[in-house]
């Protein structure tokens, strides 16, 4: 069994380290207080055998709560009183140094905590290293000078989380919705140096990626850009090798006849668009941010986005040559053919694509096909969205999320025309939903109270989030606020008149919606006679933002947390402050958002028909998925499942394998089991390779896909996940 250190590392648990402390509190006192050491031996059993029952890794502060409560019950309060005394002393040494030991174990490498807080993140790496190592500085700044000690306590306390501490010292966002359009049409300026307007499509595409990863240094959540603004390049390269051509056949003294002229220039069209998705796919994967990852990227594909007919059919080409790429995959260091986590892909279902007989039905069967066997595109309806996403004027719109899940609320400019591009989010604070039923201990009243307290809670947060992007100065991010990104802002101009009215956008995360329903009715959300409360909840949230909203000119929004590393934690903490509660906080994680449980049998068509409920009152982000086997003998299945995306919800993915053993060339399923400490551990299942360094998998995490590894908590969910078709 093993233990976490306060530095991150993973120590075996040892009962003698339990009874030296106690017994070392128990020799202070008068020989009239003081426990027999049998008793100090039962004290420290009972305590291994509670830390056993919770089947993960615990930590030495969760440790020394349950030797402080084992103690009481023994009735030896004066030992006690000692053993929380020495406590809070050492807890005020290391209050006057509180990064060293975290800074040292990144280092080292033998912090589980970093190791596995990102699954998109080697921290073996000196880039990622000194990433965490800049986080660590800056969430000890936060909490000990930036926020007040109120929301520091509720995060430490997985009441709230506060996302991105690690971030917050700096004047930084979020998410991101690119303007890709305005910086290749109207020229951008990267690193000091002037970029024009490309003059072929394969030049368009390279200038996208530098985008990409200037953006991705200067916020440190998700951006999207659009393909629909890589097609008009296209036609630029059209013309271009067209006069090549006729030049070259001229040069030959032959004259073909059009067809023959028009049949060679668009095979060098198709080639040339081969050639500038390729630079995207493989600069994406292999460019490296300043916080030590790939950029966090989603690529859209919307052919009704297209200008024109002639726009569309080039989009459509692009879009074609993106999905056939990704279905190949990227080889890994040993040559083989495997998933790649970014860019992630996102395919809107239309009226044009989604029918047998559509003209463009042809790029959806082979999207289906991708997607069984590299686990994107993910899908959204443009039918469902338009119903969705109406603007103040009663218009519809269909557009990209900003990385994963997080949407943008429908905005209209001052000229009455509708903005997407070129906007954000602020930042996210998520409340934990199970906290609040527990601790309202099932009293509708009091839970109903202790929710509008919390929600406060997380105004507040929030609002320290927008002020602190108050204020900031283009210069901060030259990129994206003065050079086409989000904005064309002049040299020191505050970036203010962005944070309210709408433009962007602030959001209230949730989690743990099924476990709070659970504890609060004693059934899932998905029973009949309790999904009204859970709708309930959901508008509640939805209330407290428009609130807000009308008060602050903010445009709060209701956000479904992905909650990647942070359902580990919200765990730890319920376990903590409440114990076990069987069927609720009993697992190393909870459930993400308004997601029915991992575990709960239920087939495919009936989730989404039922998750759908619950992302129309997520307008701030939200998505859903199904679990499927391998589908690629069963194509037809998996257009099935997108034809009821394209009715039924706006915005699903479906969850696939795709995994290799380096040792054996096993090519399937690497499982998840446990050692023989109880820790779960990835296992070949052909050759029982056990080392992570010498396999690849691939698994959708929250929204988007993980190639590194995951916590103890998230690998408990991804081992307990049921298939719904």
């Not at 929030?462 to 002020?467: D, F, K, Q, S």
């Not at 509660?581 to 989730?607: C, L, P």
């Not at 028909?609 to 679990?627: D, R």
């Amino acid at each position: 069994m093993l233990i976490i250190k306060r530095n991150g590392s993973e120590v075996t648990f040892d009962i003698t380290k339990i009874i030296a402390a106690v017994t070392k509190a128990n020799d202070v006192v008068d020989e009239a207080e003081r426990m027999t050491p049998m008793q100090i031996r039962r004290i420290a059993e009972s305590v291994e055998l509670a830390c056993q029952k919770t089947n993960r890794s615990m930590s030495v502060e969760e440790i020394q709560d349950l030797v402080e409560k084992q103690i009481m019950a023994h009735g030896a309060f004066e030992v006690a009183k000692r053993y929380i005394t020495y406590r809070y002393t050492r807890s005020l040494v290391r209050k006057s140094n509180t990064t060293d030991d975290k800074i040292l174990s990144l280092i080292e490498c033998n912090n589980e905590e970093a190791k596995q807080e990102n699954s998109n993140k080697n921290p073996t790496v000196n880039s990622v290293q000194r990433d965490y190592m800049a986080g660590e500085v800056s969430r000890d700044i936060t909490n000990r000078i930036l926020l007040p000690q109120d929301i520091v306590d509720a995060h430490n306390e997985g009441i709230i989380h506060f996302h991105d501490t690690d971030y917050y010292a700096q004047h930084m966002h979020n998410c991101d919705l690119v303007n890709l359009e305005d910086m290749l049409q109207n020229g951008t300026v990267i690193s000091g140096t002037m970029i024009e307007k490309p003059h072929s499509f394969s030049t368009a595409c390279n200038i996208a990626t530098q985008i990409i990863a200037q953006v991705a240094s200067n916020q440190y959540g998700g951006q999207s850009i659009s393909l629909t603004h890589l097609a008009p390049f296209v036609q630029i390269s059209r013309q271009r090798i067209r006069g090549e051509v006729e030049a070259e056949l001229a040069e030959l003294g032959v004259s073909p006849a059009e067809s023959v002229i028009s049949e060679m220039v668009e095979k060098r069209v198709r080639e040339e668009i081969k050639r500038g998705v390729q630079i995207i796919q493989y600069q994406v994967v292999t460019l490296l941010t300043t916080n030590g990852q790939a950029p966090f990227i989603t690529v859209f594909m919307y052919l009704n986005e297209a200008k024109d007919e002639q726009e569309k059919h080039d989009l459509a080409m692009i879009i074609e040559e993106t999905l056939e790429q990704r279905y190949k995959g990227v080889k890994n260091e040993q040559g083989v053919w495997v998933t790649p986590a970014f860019p992630k892909l996102i395919y809107v279902l239309e009226e044009d694509n989604v029918h047998d007989d559509s003209p463009y039905y042809y790029l959806t069967k082979l999207a289906a096909k991708c997607t069984a066997r590299r686990m994107v595109p993910d899908y959204i309806s443009e039918k469902k969205m338009l119903e969705l996403k109406v603007d103040k004027t009663g218009t519809g719109h269909c557009y990209t999320c900003m990385g994963c899940r997080s949407f943008l609320t429908p905005y209209v400019d001052e000229n009455g025309n509708p903005k997407y591009y070129g906007r954000f989010n602020q930042g996210v604070v998520t409340i934990n939903l199970v906290d609040v039923a527990l601790s309202s201990g099932g009293n509708i009243e009091k839970f109903w109270k202790i929710f509008d307290e919390r929600l406060e809670l997380c105004h507040r947060a929030l609002m320290c989030r927008h002020e602190r992007l108050k204020g900031t100065l283009s210069d901060a991010a030259p990129i994206l606020w003065q050079f086409g990104a989000l904005a064309r802002l002049k040299k020191g101009e505050p970036i203010d008149k962005l944070l309210f009215g709408g433009y962007s956008t602030i959001s209230l995360g949730y989690a743990g919606l099924y476990e709070c329903v659970k504890y609060m009715t004693g059934k899932s959300h998905t029973d009949p006679s309790a999904t009204p409360f859970a709708l309930d909840v959901m508008q509640h949230m939805n209330d407290a933002c428009k609130g807000w909203k009308e008060k602050h000119n903010i445009d709060f929004s209701l956000y479904g947390t992905p909650l990647e590393s942070t359902t580990y934690k919200f765990a730890k903490c319920l376990q903590r402050r409440f114990g076990i509660i069987e069927g609720i906080n009993d697992k190393g994680y909870i459930t993400n958002s308004y997601h029915i449980h991992v575990s709960e049998e239920i087939d495919a068509f009936s989730k989404l028909a039922f998750e759908s409920k619950f992302q129309a009152l997520s307008p701030g982000g939200a998505i859903s998925y199904v679990e499927v086997p391998n589908m690629q003998h069963n194509l037809d299945a998996v257009l099935q499942v997108m034809k009821f995306i394209y009715d039924n919800i706006m915005y699903a993915e479906l969850n696939t394998k795709s995994d290799y053993c380096h040792d054996c060339g096993f090519d399937g399923e690497i499982e998840v089991v446990e050692d023989s400490e109880g820790k779960l551990i990835w296992r070949c299942p052909k050759c029982g390779n056990t080392n992570q360094d010498k396999m690849n998998v691939a698994r959708r995490t929250c929204g988007y896909i993980g190639t590194q590894y995951w916590n103890q908590g998230r690998t408990q969910e991804i081992k307990e996940r049921v298939l719904h078709l």
